[in-house]
């Protein structure tokens, strides 16, 4: 059983009540075996040794809103027609890209053709591409006229829209039947529209309870879980109401939605987004949108209602993880940890709070919760090393120069290097 024993390292545990501590870590197999809160080696067989030189070692960090079919490009319409075949491999490459950034974990969130996300999920897990662990989604579902509706009135090709379009529970239940048949591991359904589609803004609410309660019914039927795209307060609650675990964006609500989301926290994730509302606002011109024209499509109305939406959430306790809505133009891939330091500036997380949204957090949104996202004995052995202290600089988590190494499953994803006073040998 192959080993790596961690020594001179700074440990981050991943909970907010632990304070970081100089110690070792030993991995055997794809567990971490033992944790050392001293400076002294732990004994044990042969094992390649990682001497940190005070590096920092925490969990691996999950995105819980990853979209890896999304090609960087500007619009829906240039995600969805790059040809499958291309599409594939662009995304076993953003894969790869992802996890040796330090994302060990990644929550599909909904991919630009049907069996894209299934198909790259199987992969990693077969060992025939590099990636994280990852939970495939479905495309985005969405009425006539919704977010996601890209179809063209001279066109009779459905299929070529972003999204899948149902106009009934009945064509609801036949598309969520499609996906869960292709082994999704969720059902993305768009409940609200979306300021970057200015016919269906965000604080609008487009499909019907009917429509919804039929896609959860199959969910259910199958074990599955339900995710939606819900910008708007009342598409929100309608989540909330039929029984939908993972709920992306809630920029707007009101007491009875913050009343809500408090009573199922217990249940209940939010990957807000926010870094694509500031890039909207502040970092989009070269792609044809003026900061005076995306506060005229809504954004900057969204950005203040999402901040004080989220500060009120974390005050009440609603899990909020970070990620998405990264792979356009203006939030390109392998970003992702911006929205850590998003959390920091603009909601009032400690850098700590921030941390534990991408690993405990983590671990629980990707249903592993008990072995999944702490350093801990027993756990399954997905770490990063990084120069530096994330709680005194969160911004180091977005730099690839200072993610050291990456291990998933107790394999190295990302080598560390032997340059910097950092030592890697083989000892008995």
């Given at each position: 059983?192959?080993?790596?024993?961690?020594?001179?390292?700074?440990?981050?545990?991943?909970?907010?009540?632990?304070?970081?501590?100089?110690?070792?870590?030993?991995?055997?197999?794809?567990?971490?075996?033992?944790?050392?809160?001293?400076?002294?080696?732990?004994?044990?067989?042969?094992?390649?040794?990682?001497?940190?030189?005070?590096?920092?070692?925490?969990?691996?960090?999950?995105?819980?809103?990853?979209?890896?079919?999304?090609n960087d490009a500007a619009t829906l319409s240039a995600i969805q027609s790059m040809p499958l075949e291309e599409h594939v491999l662009w995304c076993a490459k953003v894969a790869k890209r992802y996890l040796e950034a330090?994302?060990?974990?990644?929550?599909?969130?909904?991919?630009?053709?049907?069996?894209?996300?299934?198909?790259?999920?199987?992969?990693?897990?077969?060992?025939?591409?590099?990636?994280?662990r990852y939970l495939a989604a479905s495309q985005e579902i969405t009425v006539p006229g919704g977010l996601g509706d890209e179809t063209l009135p001279h066109l009779p090709f459905p299929e070529f829209s972003f999204g899948v379009n149902v106009n009934s529970a009945d064509e609801m239940r036949k598309a969520v039947r499609m996906f869960l048949k292709y082994g999704v591991d969720s059902i993305k359904l768009n409940l609200s529209g979306d300021n970057f589609t200015p016919d269906s803004p965000a604080e609008t609410t487009w499909m019907s309870d009917a429509e919804?309660?039929?896609?959860?019914?199959?969910?259910?039927?199958?074990?599955?879980?339900?995710?939606?795209?819900?910008?708007?307060?009342?598409?929100?609650?309608?989540?909330?109401?039929?029984?939908i675990d993972v709920i992306y964006h809630a920029s707007f609500t009101d007491e009875e939605t913050l009343d809500m989301l408090e009573a199922a926290k217990g249940r209940v994730f939010v990957a807000p987004g926010i870094a694509i509302l500031y890039a909207m606002l502040h970092e989009a011109e070269?792609?044809?949108?003026?900061?005076?024209?995306?506060?005229?499509?809504?954004?900057?109305?969204?950005?203040?209602?999402?901040?004080?939406?989220?500060?009120?959430?974390?005050?009440?306790?609603?899990r909020i993880l970070f990620g998405g809505d990264y792979g356009f133009a203006f939030t390109p891939h392998c970003q992702n940890a911006r929205d850590l330091e998003f959390f920091v500036k603009y909601l009032g997380f400690t850098p700590a709070e921030a941390i534990r949204c991408a690993t405990v957090y983590g671990g629980e949104i990707m249903m592993r919760g008990h072995?999944?996202?702490?350093?801990?004995?027993?756990?399954?052995?997905?770490?990063?090393?990084?120069?530096?202290?994330?709680?005194?600089?969160?911004?180091?988590?977005?730099?690839?120069?200072?993610?050291?190494?990456?291990?998933?499953?107790?394999?190295?994803?990302?080598?560390?290097?032997?340059?910097?006073?950092?030592?890697?040998?083989?000892?008995?």
């Open positions: 059983m192959d080993s790596t024993l961690f020594t001179n390292v700074r440990i981050l545990e991943g909970n907010v009540g632990s304070s970081p501590w100089l110690g070792s870590v030993l991995v055997e197999g794809n567990r971490i075996k033992r944790v050392s809160r001293s400076g002294s080696s732990i004994s044990g067989g042969p094992a390649t040794v990682i001497d940190g030189a005070g590096a920092t070692l925490m969990p691996g960090m999950c995105e819980a809103h990853t979209h890896f079919s999304w330090g994302f060990t974990s990644c929550v599909g969130a909904a991919c630009a053709k049907p069996r894209l996300d299934v198909v790259i999920r199987n992969a990693i897990n077969s060992g025939q591409i590099p990636g994280p919804v309660a039929a896609a959860m019914d199959e969910v259910r039927v199958r074990g599955k879980r339900g995710t939606a795209h819900a910008r708007s307060a009342a598409s929100v609650k309608q989540a909330l109401r039929h029984g070269a792609y044809g949108i003026t900061h005076q024209k995306a506060v005229a499509m809504g954004y900057q109305i969204e950005w203040d209602a999402a901040i004080e939406s989220l500060k009120a959430m974390h005050r009440r306790g609603v072995e999944l996202g702490q350093v801990k004995e027993g756990y399954l052995a997905d770490l990063l090393l990084v120069d530096g202290d994330p709680l005194a600089n969160i911004g180091i988590l977005r730099d690839p120069k200072r993610i050291l190494a990456v291990m998933k499953d107790g394999q190295f994803a990302k080598m560390p290097e032997t340059d910097a006073g950092r030592e890697m040998r083989w000892a008995a």
